[in-house]
């Protein structure tokens, strides 16, 4: 089956304590992005990369990293959580080029940061 | 920057009867995309309809469609005959489709909540 699958689901933890949310696809997509999703203000992106090795901020990206070492991964990594980190992150996949490609969203990661 | 506007943040409807989501976005670009995504309670963002702005003709998909007004930058979505498992949270989405890596994105409205009354 084609999917974006997103580890932890849920994750509670403390200021300061580095996690790591995974993101693996299996639909050789060259594109993946991150977004984190809060009340009242939509899905905001955090960050994408266009191909291994390609990445680049999106509009949010402060306190967070990523990296592309395969295609098929783009793991995002918080290195010193704080509380306005907490939110519903979602990884996403598609296609790269031209046309109307649809990005495809993993289930969803529920970050809560004390 | 583009922006999409969502001015409803909740709408209800009646099982069977049809609604309409209203979608409104700004930009200076000719060409672009625009997609209705639906949220359901699992929090998993499906897509529901996609939109080429070169087409004039309405995209439909089932009881799904949309009004396309370019020149109004309006793009709403029409749900027809309304079930239970339409509920859930709507997001209507800008791409551009100018090449480049940080236009790819897709610059999402803040979100409409659709209850369906049985």
């Known amino acids: 089956e084609a999917q974006v699958t997103q580890n932890p689901r849920y994750l509670i933890t403390v200021t300061g304590k580095k996690l790591t949310v995974t993101c693996s696809q299996n639909?050789?997509?060259?594109?993946m992005s991150w977004y984190r999703q809060d009340p009242g203000l939509g899905l905001r992106q955090i960050y994408y990369s266009m191909n291994v090795e390609v990445t680049d901020k999106g509009d949010v990206p402060e306190g967070y990293k990523v990296s592309r070492k395969e295609k098929r991964n783009f793991p995002l990594i918080l290195e010193s959580p704080s509380p306005n980190q907490t939110s519903l992150y979602f990884c996403?996949?598609?296609?790269w080029g031209t046309g109307a490609n649809v990005l495809t969203f993993g289930a969803g990661s529920r970050l809560t940061v004390l | 920057a583009q922006t999409v506007t969502q001015s409803q943040p909740e709408m209800s409807v009646q099982e069977a009867e049809t609604v309409t989501l209203s979608c409104t976005y700004d930009t200076s670009e000719s060409d672009y995309y625009l997609f209705w995504y639906k949220q359901p309670p699992s929090r998993q963002m499906i897509l529901v309809i996609r939109?080429?702005?070169?087409?004039?003709q309405n995209a439909t998909e089932n009881r799904f469609s949309v009004n396309f007004q370019k020149a109004a930058k309006s793009f709403s979505l029409k749900i027809s005959d309304s079930q239970l498992g339409d509920a859930a949270m709507y997001f209507c989405?800008?791409?551009?489709?100018?090449?480049?890596?940080?236009?790819?994105?897709?610059?999402f409205g803040k979100g409409t909540l659709l209850t369906v009354n049985p």
């Open positions: 639909m050789n997509h060259e594109y």
């Open positions: 989405a800008y791409r551009s489709a100018i090449s480049g890596g940080s236009n790819y994105k897709l610059t």
């Open positions: 939109q080429e702005a070169y087409k004039q």
């Open positions: 996403a996949s598609s296609l």
